[in-house]
């Protein structure tokens, strides 16, 4: 539309005028309309990394915001991120609140004594990264799970996993920690769920999910599997064990998308993620057949409010100097928050 044109020919001007004081990183799961203006894009681990070392004063984050919580918390004191729309928020990091938190931890050391590692997923609130920080444990993203959940048992007995259940099930089964191994955490009853013996517990689960990737099953598979035999499924580790089980493949973003690019033409591929990252590998290779292995797809709504209009205000306002909807995380917390997430960069 007309309105859609002049929106992007003032933040080209705005891009153009103001160069490296402006960085605008995307994550893979933002829209085509906001993307097209990303400087770099990425997944959770990468645009952690990015924002720990670029220099610009001004960082507009295209993502959520536990994203730009970890970008203010790695960038330095005089850059200030800016998030385009404050309700892009995210509902795995909104399972696990800091009081929820503190009282499992009271409630886990009864069991457990000091035996326990605290490891977080990076889609966690500033304030459950300092918590973890704090507790001498790390922060985790989908792309090197594996090798976090290694450093924790190299440490401590047992770990405590938060805020996704799927995450730490699947990457712990990966690694031979048995399902009866595995309790769950119920933050809202404020028990453990395990009918073993405590003494055999390995990891606690949060019992937390992602909105997203708790929509794809076992049966979606079987259906497609169905209907045609060399199509590959792959899937992220948020989706739920039944669905990794049933899978061919599974892995992060950056996995996912290193995949479908390596395959060779005619690969046929169900892709297990979200939305604008499904059709955007539809549309870049068009001599592959990939589809959403959920046929209704499957949009993250908050990743979604970061829009052209948003972005384009968001910019014109840091263009003014006028600066809206920054993130700023209080120095305490972002002092404990970012041993935990340096003892994740340090691997
Ligand atoms: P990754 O970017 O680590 O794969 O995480 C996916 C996600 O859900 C981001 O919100
Ligand atoms: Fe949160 Fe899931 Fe959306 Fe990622 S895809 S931001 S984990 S709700």
Known sequence: TTDSSVLEKRIKMIKNEMKDDLFIPGHHYQKDEVVQFADEMGDSLELAKQSATKTAKYIVFCGVHFMAETADILSSNDQAVILPDLRAGCSM???????????????????????????????????????????GGATVTSSNAKEMIKWAFKQKERLLFLP?????????????????????????????????????VKVILWKGHCSVHQLFTAAQIESIKQNDDQIQVIVHPECPFEVLE??????STRYIIDKIDQAPPGSKFAVGTEMN?????????PDKHIQSLNPFMCPCVTMNRIDLPHLAYALDC??????????????????YAKMALQRMLDH
Not at 101 to 119: G, H, R, S, V
Not at 277 to 285: A, E, F, G, P, S
Not at 320 to 334: A, D, G, M, R, Y
């Open 246 to 251: 049933k899978s061919d493949l599974s892995g």
């Open 277 to 285: 990252l499904v059709n955007r590998l539809i549309d870049t290779y």
């Open 93 to 135: 990091a909104d399972m696990a609140s800091i009081k929820q938190t503190e009282k499992a931890w009271t409630y886990l050391q009864e069991i457990f004594d000091d035996t326990i590692m605290p490891l977080t997923y990076v889609n966690s609130t500033a304030d459950i990264k300092a918590f973890v920080g704090k507790n």
């Open 164 to 200: 996704d259940q799927h995450l730490g099930r699947n990457t712990a089964f990966e690694l031979g920690i048995k399902l009866n191994e595995m309790a769950v955490y119920d933050p809202i009853n404020e028990c453990l769920e395990y009918d073993g013996l405590y003494d055999d």
């Open 318 to 335: 840091v263009y003014e100097s006028e600066l809206l909807n920054v993130i700023s995380v209080p120095n305490q917390t972002k002092e």
